[in-house]
Each structure stands twice: as C-alpha cells, then as structure tokens.
C-alpha cells in the first residue's frame, strides 16, 4: 500500500507532508504511486477537506475514520482539538501475481476493514503526540510549516510501525 499523508492548517494551507509505502510483512516502506498519479495527490487531499469539516461536526470526534474515496485512493482523517487536519491518502495493494495470497491478508488489502482502520486510528494517535510536542516549542507560530527533520522521523517511524 502507498500512502501520502499531509497536515492542514485552519487556513487550509499544507503544514507538513510525507510520502511513504508500507513496511508490513516485508515490504520496502517505499510508495507505489505512479508518477501520473504523484502529483495529484495533494489535490485529492485537499479536495476532500469539505467533506472532512462535515464529518467533523457531525461525527464528534477526533478520529473520522475513512472520509472520502477517489477511485482506488481512500482518505482518511483525523482532526486536532485546534482543527488542523490530519489527512491520509492511502492507495490499497493490487495483486501482481505471485504471492497473491499473501497480499489478500495484508492490513492494506483492504481500506475499510476494522484491523485498517484501528491501525490508521494508531498512526494518527502517535503522530499527534508528536504534533503537540512540535507545536509547543516557542519558536513554531500558528499555521507555520513543520520542517523539523525529527518531527518527519518520527512520522515515518509511526509509519513503519502501524503501517
């Protein structure tokens, strides 16, 4: 499975984005995404924030779950107590023959299912811990881009480990 995950900002202005590929059951941890498809993906994301500010007042929580579905791209979000947006792209493993059985069983087989979903649910959670300890530091200002390469690190650990 690929994924591309972005934080939004109140203002809707990209704070931090990350492109990653699963590392479950001996995958590289590299995306898949084609280069045709690439560079849509921030667009996807963005084109799905109405839809996130919906659910969010509708749903009352943090975590909305899967949010949106743009052909074989699923997103999903999660929503700080300061309303910036947690979005994730995730793009679901196809089989390319082989181990085909192997594929069916992993978390990526499948966007929607309840063993996707909690492992998005402890993505999200972890990286939030670490958005809240990057945002207190008294040199980030409200809606400023994250460029700390330990912030990105960490994200890409809570990558490889829940997804």
């Known amino acids: 499975m690929s994924y591309y995950f ?3 900002g109140t203002q809707d ?22 280069d ?4 849509l993906n921030q667009f996807i994301l963005h084109s ?3 839809i996130a500010e919906e659910v969010q007042w509708a749903h009352g929580a943090m975590y909305l779950k899967c949010i949106d579905k743009f052909f074989d791209n699923y ?11 947690f979005l994730l792209l995730h793009h679901p493993l196809t089989n390319t023959g082989g181990s085909g059985s192997r594929n069916s069983t992993a978390i990526g087989a499948n966007p929607t299912s309840p063993a996707t979903e909690e492992a998005i649910k402890l993505f999200f959670q972890e990286v939030y811990e670490n958005w809240v300890k990057a945002v207190m530091s008294p040199f980030y200002q409200n809606n400023m881009e994250v460029k700390s390469p330990v912030f990105r690190q960490r994200v890409a650990a809570a990558g490889r480990k829940y997804l």
């Open 36 to 39: 045709q498809v690439r560079h």
């Open 75 to 85: 997103i999903s979000c999660f929503v700080t107590g300061a309303n910036v947006k």
């Open 6 to 8: 972005a934080i939004v």
């Open 48 to 50: 799905s924030l109405d």
């Open 13 to 34: 202005a990209p704070l931090f984005e990350y492109e990653f590929g699963t590392s479950k059951q001996g995958h590289d941890g590299l995306s898949r995404f084609s």
